[in-house]
Structure formats: C-alpha cells, structure tokens
C-alpha cells in the first residue's frame, strides 16, 4: 500500500521558515520524481518544486525561487522543502507527490498559514 505522509505544516509569521517532510512507503523510493505542489484556498493546486530520483537538477515554480530548497534522502524514503523567507502569498495546503514511472501518488497535504 502506497503512503506519502505529509509533515512539519503550521502557522508562521512572514519572513520565517519552516521545513516541510514527507515519508513515503510502498514503492522503490529512489526510483520516484518527487514533487511538492500547494493549494491556496480558492485557487487551483499549482507546482511547487521537483527532485529527481538522482537528487539533482531541482526545478522550482518562479514563486519560490531563491527562498525554498527541495531535497531528498533516498535511504530514509523521505523528501523535504525547506521553506525561507515565508510570504502571506505562501499560505496553502502543501501536497507531496510522487511520479512513479506511470504511477502518479498523492499525500494528503498539510497547511501552512504564513500571518502575523
């Protein structure tokens, strides 16, 4: 059975950081693209960054550039976004997602509220 688990969500105040976790089980790991996408409320779900089963070459929305950093751990099964210099903008659901050669999985999310 497939699981992505979603932690590290919760309120912050604009300018800080949060670091953002998802275990994933239930398929070879390091064989996945893993992605992290959010969700503001009354907006459609958009991408946030990408990470290779390689661990290079990130690919990051022009909304986050330079303030969020994507990373991943092959051993533990786990991917991180490491989140800076949080905005209002930046408040959302936050979703990890895995492309697994023609499988595509989803967490169930968690919400991050930037507000002071």
Not at 51 to 73: C, L, M, Q
Request: aromatic share 12%; glycine share 10%.
């Amino acid at each position: 059975q497939v699981q992505l688990v979603e932690s590290g969500g919760g309120l912050v105040q604009p300018g800080g950081s949060l670091r953002l976790s998802c275990a994933a089980s239930g398929f070879t790991f390091r064989d996945a693209v893993m992605n992290w996408y959010r969700q503001a409320p009354g907006k459609e779900r958009e991408f946030v960054a990408s990470i290779p089963s390689t661990g290079t070459s990130e690919n990051y929305a022009d909304s986050v550039k330079g303030r969020f950093t994507i990373s991943r751990h092959n051993a533990r099964s786990t991917v991180y976004l490491q989140m800076n210099s949080l905005k209002p903008a930046d408040t959302a659901v936050y979703y990890c997602n895995a492309r697994y050669y023609i499988w595509d999985y989803w967490g169930k999310g968690t919400l991050i509220t930037v507000s002071s």
